[in-house]
């Protein structure tokens, strides 16, 4: 069965930082896409991350540039999205997509909330 287990969310206050982990099982994340994405009530699900297979590319959205970061340990069979100087805008559920030829997973979520 193939699962992608997000973690690492939390409550954190405006400037610190949080690491996410998406933990994989049934599936090698390194041959995949993977990426990360977010949805806050009442928005629609944005891409906040993406690294691609073998690392050769990555992506940030213009909103975290510079302050996230994503990384992948293969021996681990997990990905990374290291967020720092978190701004309350960032508040929102965060969930790991894993892309290959068209197959995809996704995570349950994990919860990052910012407080002012």
């Known amino acids: 069965q193939i699962q992608l287990v997000e973690s690492g969310g939390g409550v954190v206050q405006s400037g610190g930082s949080l690491r996410l982990s998406c933990a994989a099982s049934?599936?090698?994340?390194?041959?995949?896409?993977v990426g990360w994405f977010r949805q806050s009530p009442g928005k629609e699900r944005e891409g906040v991350s993406c690294?691609?297979?073998?690392?050769?590319?990555?992506y940030y959205a213009d909103s975290v540039k510079g302050r996230f970061t994503i990384s992948r340990d293969n021996a681990k069979n997990t990905v990374y999205l290291q967020m720092n100087s978190l701004k309350p805008e960032d508040t929102a559920v965060y969930y790991c997509?894993?892309?290959?030829?068209?197959?995809?997973?996704w995570g349950q979520g994990t919860q990052v909330t910012v407080s002012s």
């Open positions: 997509n894993a892309n290959r030829y068209g197959y995809e997973y």
């Open positions: 049934g599936v090698t994340l390194a041959h995949y896409a």
């Open positions: 690294i691609s297979t073998y690392d050769v590319n990555t």
